[in-house]
C-alpha cells in the first residue's frame, strides 16, 4: 500500500529498476555510473561522488546514504578499499619495557626479546642503560664484587645523570657493598624478622597491652 502524496511519475513506473529505486528504498547502480549500464566509479569504490550525484537527484535520497552504500556493498561484494589502513604494533608500555630490561634475557620469549631490540635500537640511551644493569645484575649472582669499581668508573663517563646518582651512593660505603657482593652471608635473616615484627605491631595496636604483644613476638612463628 503506497501513502498518499508519494506517487512517482509514470516513466519510473513499471517492470525494471533501470533509473529508479529499488525494492528496499535504494537507488540502483544505474544513477551513480557514469553513463548509465551499472558503470561503477572508479578508484574507491561505492564512496567517492556518490553523495555528490545523490544531492543532484535531489529529494531525501542524500538522508538514505547509509541504506544506499549497504545496498552497493551486495551488488559488488569483491571490492575493496583501493588503500587500506596499515597495521602497526602498539609500543609497549614503560612499565613493560623495564620489567624486560630487568628480567634474565634467557627468560623473555622470543617476542619479548625482538620488541626490546626494536626499544632499544631507537633509543641508545636506554640501550646503554640496560647493559649497566645487566652487568651489575651479573656481580651478586655470581660473586663478583671485585668488578665494581670498574663499574662505577664506567658509570661516571657515561651519560646517565640518573647512575650518576646511584654511583655517589654506592660510593658513601663501598667497603660493605663489595662485602654484601662478594660473600656467601647477608642480611636476609635479621630483615625478615624485622618485618614480622613490624607486621605483629601493627596487627597488636590498640587492641592489647605489652605483655601480650611480647608473647607473640617471642612466641608466634
Known amino acids: 500500500m503506497r501513502r498518499p502524496g508519494r506517487e512517482r511519475p509514470a516513466e519510473q513506473r513499471g517492470g525494471g529498476r533501470q533509473g529508479g529505486e529499488d525494492e528496499e528504498g535504494g537507488v540502483?547502480?544505474?544513477e551513480f555510473g557514469e553513463g548509465g549500464s551499472g558503470q561503477v566509479l572508479p578508484g574507491r569504490p561505492l564512496e567517492r561522488g556518490l553523495h555528490q550525484r545523490l544531492e543532484a537527484l535531489g529529494g531525501d535520497r542524500p538522508?538514505?546514504?547509509p541504506g544506499q552504500l549497504r545496498h552497493c556493498q551486495?551488488?559488488?561484494?569483491?571490492?575493496?578499499?583501493?588503500s587500506p589502513r596499515p597495521v602497526t604494533a602498539q609500543t609497549p608500555a614503560p612499565?613493560?619495557?623495564?620489567?624486560w630490561i630487568l628480567s634474565r634475557p634467557e627468560?623473555?620469549?622470543?617476542?619479548?626479546?625482538?620488541r626490546l631490540k626494536a626499544v632499544l635500537a631507537n633509543c641508545p640511551e636506554l640501550d646503554a642503560l640496560t647493559?649497566?644493569?645487566?652487568?651489575f645484575a651479573q656481580m651478586p649472582t655470581e660473586r663478583q664484587g671485585e668488578r665494581l669499581p670498574?663499574?662505577?668508573?664506567?658509570?661516571?663517563?657515561?651519560?646517565?645523570?640518573?647512575?650518576?646518582?646511584?654511583?655517589v651512593g654506592i660510593d658513601r660505603d663501598r667497603d660493605a657493598v663489595i662485602a654484601g657482593l662478594t660473600l656467601p652471608w647477608n642480611s636476609g635473616?635479621?630483615?625478615?624478622?624485622?618485618?614480622?615484627?613490624k607486621m605483629l605491631k601493627r596487627q597488636m595496636f590498640g587492641r592489647a597491652g605489652f605483655q601480650l604483644l611480647r608473647k607473640r613476638v617471642l612466641l608466634a612463628p
Request: hydrophobic share 40%.
Open 107 to 114: 627468560s623473555l620469549t622470543e617476542t619479548e626479546q625482538l
Open 95 to 99: 612499565r613493560v619495557v623495564a620489567k
Open 150 to 167: 670498574q663499574w662505577l668508573h664506567a658509570v661516571r663517563q657515561d651519560d646517565l645523570p640518573s647512575l650518576h646518582t646511584l654511583a
Open 63 to 65: 538522508a538514505r546514504l
Open 74 to 82: 551486495r551488488l559488488h561484494p569483491g571490492e575493496q578499499r583501493a
Open 189 to 197: 635473616v635479621v630483615e625478615g624478622q624485622v618485618n614480622r615484627i
Open 28 to 30: 540502483a547502480v544505474d
Open 131 to 135: 647493559g649497566y644493569v645487566r652487568s
